[in-house]
């Protein structure tokens, strides 16, 4: 790829620079710790990595963590896996994310949003009495520090407050969202055994109604550690028998308590896609996340008591934690519960406009799916407020970063991320006092020691690596559950590179200090030995108007040869004719390279997610090579399995 020092297509003025909480950030800790003073974010993240203890004695002092007990010192052990941070320190999260309710009370805390699109606020006093009401709660329920409390809700302000209670008393949060079947849901919580479970009787989505009541008394049925199940009528039902009411848990005017945990105390359990097993249990802590998430949201994010943060998520997807978290910084967060395109493709715009939303994030495939569908946000909607559009989930392709610029602002911050739930954060991504290059990520984030690593581990510049982070941040995980000698946890990051965080993505470290992300390294393209994310041609084949979504496969065959098709979805009414063959297969030797031209192109009737919405090359391709279905992926984990039958017979004609 050519990383020639080409314009970038945003630059932020004088005054942007100088307002950023960054900036701010580089001057106090230039007299206070000897940062660097000159040379702007480039030499504060050098520093922040050389210098990696005191970088994070400097956060939380910015940002005033309160320890209730102090910490012996910053790394009692900064091998990984099992880097020890602040050892000695106790603290809990949830105080930290109501702390703004003692200054700005009768201010928003939360702004909910159903497809009605009318914002309803929640007031930073208000969500602290909840928050204090159903903590007591959980502690008469029994309740003790460590216990799992599971939610099966939809982005919605009670999902907020059932997490706030949980941590405050200790407990251990995992939730999924209501679209998610019995079957998956149980994959994930029969492996944490929880004591208390808040369910909805179902949820709005496309304008329908989705009665979940049947599937929550599956998972009553299938859980038998739980002590409580806790009802929210959202579509107006009564509670079902045994279950406790929502507004009696949150009646009573109460100050919250505040557990004090030791650091790495767990906060919550997010969990893997799992498309090819049982989900991984991903443990992470309350203080861990505490101080990534302030570096993050404040820092990188720019995020304070002014904002109003948008990022269209689920509650089984790490963004959703990422959004709560904005409460961190004193931000208002928007809490968007229904279809990313209903009424129709340009529903999020007026979600934005209509909260004033000074961040919103939004996945790629919605920014291209709005490019498709020719929404003209600027022309349609007040998007004045918006400062930043960030994006993440797959690569932004460059079309991408145009069409944002075009459409919505030429001079707006454009923040392609991209990190993952294992850590529940950023590797790479926004940087408000950078320039932004089209189809690049501005920089790795503040601690993070980013890498691009050749297959013999040495670090290269300009060319496609795998993504590495050399030493450990915070937020990765302190265990996987289940996991008693650590071995998947080693397996998962540490077995390539020992002792180093092998994330399985390929990346390009530019020049510049930027980073390109080309997609999985373990779905990649290697034709005649040059490489390639699947992230690439999607970019190239999507442009084309007839090809609404498309799947890269690449296969190592037992003679020695290499079968790459192309897998696509075609939009309504197009067809895959000789001339759309063509065009393929010029679009793509013409922009990307000859090697990569595919050996087909097949017409497929969709295809296949994950319930987060990433596609899923591995078991496709598992499945082209012979592997029975049940082996090939778990089902739990798929939008649409049907989907994956169409595979399966491809696999069985070729055989």
């Keep these: 790829m050519s990383t020639v020092n080409p314009e970038p297509l945003w630059r932020p003025d004088a005054q942007r620079i100088a307002q950023a909480q960054v900036t701010k950030f580089q001057t106090w800790a230039a007299e206070r710790y000897a940062a660097p003073s000159e040379g702007g974010y480039p030499t504060?993240?050098?520093?922040?990595?050389?210098?990696?203890?005191?970088?994070?004695?400097?956060?939380?002092?910015?940002?005033?963590?309160?320890?209730?007990?102090?910490?012996?010192?910053?790394?009692?052990?900064?091998?990984?896996?099992?880097?020890?941070?602040?050892?000695?320190?106790?603290?809990?999260?949830?105080?930290?994310?109501?702390?703004?309710?003692?200054?700005?009370?009768?201010?928003p805390a939360l702004l909910y949003v159903d497809e009605t699109h009318e914002p309803t606020p929640v007031t930073w006093s208000e969500l602290r009495r909840q928050v204090g009401s159903l903590a007591a709660e959980l502690r008469a329920l029994g309740?003790?520090?460590?216990?799992?409390?599971?939610?099966?809700?939809?982005?919605?302000?009670?999902?907020?407050?059932?997490?706030?209670?949980?941590?405050?008393?200790g407990g251990v949060w995992t939730s999924c969202a209501p679209d998610?079947?019995?079957?998956?849901?149980?994959?994930?919580?029969?492996?944490?055994?929880?004591?208390?479970?808040?369910?909805?009787?179902?949820?709005?989505?496309?304008?329908?109604?989705?009665?979940?009541?049947?599937v929550v008394a599956e998972l009553r049925a299938e859980l038998p550690t739980l002590r409580a199940v806790?009802?929210?009528?959202?579509?107006?039902?009564?509670?079902?028998?045994?279950?406790?009411?929502?507004?009696?848990?949150?009646?009573?005017?109460?100050?919250?308590?505040?557990?004090?945990?030791?650091?790495?105390?767990?906060?919550?359990?997010?969990?893997?896609?799992?498309?090819?097993?049982?989900?991984?249990?991903?443990?992470?802590?309350?203080?861990?996340?505490?101080?990534?998430?302030?570096?993050?949201?404040?820092?990188?994010?720019?995020?304070?008591?002014?904002?109003?943060?948008?990022?269209?998520?689920?509650?089984?997807?790490?963004m959703w934690n990422f959004l709560v978290s904005g409460l961190l910084t004193g931000t208002t967060i928007v809490l968007y519960d229904g279809s990313p395109g209903f009424p129709d493709t340009g529903a999020q715009w007026r979600i934005a406009e209509r909260t004033g939303?000074?961040?919103?994030?939004?996945?790629?495939?919605?920014?291209?799916?709005?490019?498709?569908?020719?929404?003209?946000?600027?022309?349609?909607?007040?998007?004045?407020?918006?400062?930043?559009?960030?994006?993440?989930?797959?690569?932004?392709?460059?079309?991408?970063?145009?069409?944002?610029?075009?459409?919505?602002?030429?001079?707006?911050?454009?923040?392609?991320?991209s990190g993952g739930t294992d850590v529940c954060s950023c590797f790479a991504g926004a940087v408000p006092t950078l320039?932004?290059?089209?189809?690049?990520?501005?920089?790795?984030?503040?601690?993070?020691?980013?890498?691009?690593?050749?297959?013999?581990?040495?670090?290269?510049?300009?060319?496609?690596?795998?993504?590495?982070?050399?030493?450990?941040?915070?937020?990765?995980p302190v265990r996987f559950w289940n996991d008693p000698d650590g071995s998947?946890?080693?397996?998962?990051?540490?077995?390539?590179?020992?002792?180093?965080?092998?994330?399985?993505?390929?990346?390009?470290?530019?020049?510049?200090?930027?980073?390109?992300?080309?997609?999985?390294?373990?779905?990649?393209?290697?034709?005649?030995?040059?490489?390639?994310?699947?992230?690439?041609?999607?970019?190239?084949?999507?442009?084309?108007?007839e090809i609404k979504e498309s799947l890269v496969i690449g296969i190592e065959q037992p003679d020695g040869g290499y079968w790459m098709p192309l897998f696509v979805h075609l939009a309504p009414g197009a067809a895959l004719d000789e001339a759309l063959l063509g065009r393929i297969k010029q679009a793509l030797r013409e922009q990307l390279s000859p090697r990569h031209v595919p050996d087909e192109v097949i017409e497929v009737p969709g295809v296949p997610h994950t319930l987060t919405g990433k596609r899923i090359e591995v078991p496709v391709k598992r499945l082209l090579q012979g592997t029975p279905l049940k082996k090939a992926v778990n089902?739990?984990?798929?939008?649409?399995l049907d989907l994956l039958h169409f595979y399966e017979d491809l696999a069985r004609k070729r055989g």
């Design 635 to 640: 089902p739990g984990s798929i939008d649409n």
């Design 230 to 318: 806790v009802h929210i009528p959202l579509l107006g039902t009564e509670p079902p028998q045994g279950a406790l009411d929502w507004s009696a848990l949150t009646a009573a005017d109460e100050e919250p308590v505040f557990e004090q945990v030791p650091f790495d105390h767990p906060l919550w359990v997010l969990y893997s896609s799992g498309t090819t097993g049982l989900p991984k249990a991903i443990v992470q802590s309350q203080g861990g996340i505490l101080v990534e998430h302030l570096k993050q949201l404040g820092l990188h994010c720019d995020l304070g008591p002014e904002d109003r943060f948008f990022w269209y998520t689920s509650t089984g997807w790490m």
């Design 180 to 214: 998610f079947g019995a079957r998956s849901v149980l994959d994930r919580f029969q492996q944490v055994e929880p004591v208390v479970l808040f369910t909805v009787d179902g949820y709005r989505y496309g304008g329908k109604e989705h009665d979940r009541r049947d």
């Design 488 to 545: 998947r946890y080693h397996d998962s990051y540490f077995d390539t590179y020992p002792g180093v965080w092998r994330h399985g993505d390929w990346i390009t470290v530019t020049s510049r200090g930027s980073v390109v992300i080309h997609g999985r390294s373990d779905s990649t393209l290697n034709r005649q030995g040059v490489r390639m994310g699947s992230a690439d041609i999607y970019e190239v084949v999507e442009r084309l108007p």
């Design 435 to 476: 320039p932004v290059y089209t189809g690049e990520l501005q920089a790795p984030g503040l601690g993070t020691d980013l890498q691009s690593w050749d297959p013999d581990g040495h670090p290269v510049i300009d060319e496609v690596g795998e993504l590495v982070v050399t030493n450990p941040m915070p937020s990765m």
């Design 357 to 417: 939303a000074t961040l919103y994030g939004t996945s790629a495939a919605y920014v291209m799916a709005c490019r498709k569908a020719e929404v003209h946000p600027a022309r349609d909607f007040d998007l004045s407020k918006v400062q930043c559009v960030a994006t993440t989930g797959s690569p932004l392709p460059p079309d991408g970063f145009r069409w944002l610029h075009d459409e919505v602002r030429d001079d707006l911050w454009i923040a392609s991320v």
């Design 143 to 169: 309740v003790r520090p460590g216990d799992r409390i599971s939610a099966y809700l939809p982005n919605i302000p009670q999902a907020v407050v059932a997490l706030l209670a949980t941590a405050a008393v």
């Design 44 to 107: 504060l993240h050098r520093w922040s990595v050389d210098e990696l203890e005191t970088f994070w004695t400097a956060v939380t002092e910015w940002f005033d963590v309160r320890f209730s007990t102090p910490y012996a010192r910053v790394l009692g052990d900064r091998s990984m896996p099992g880097a020890q941070w602040f050892p000695g320190a106790t603290l809990n999260y949830a105080e930290h994310a109501l702390r703004a309710a003692a200054t700005r009370p009768a201010q």
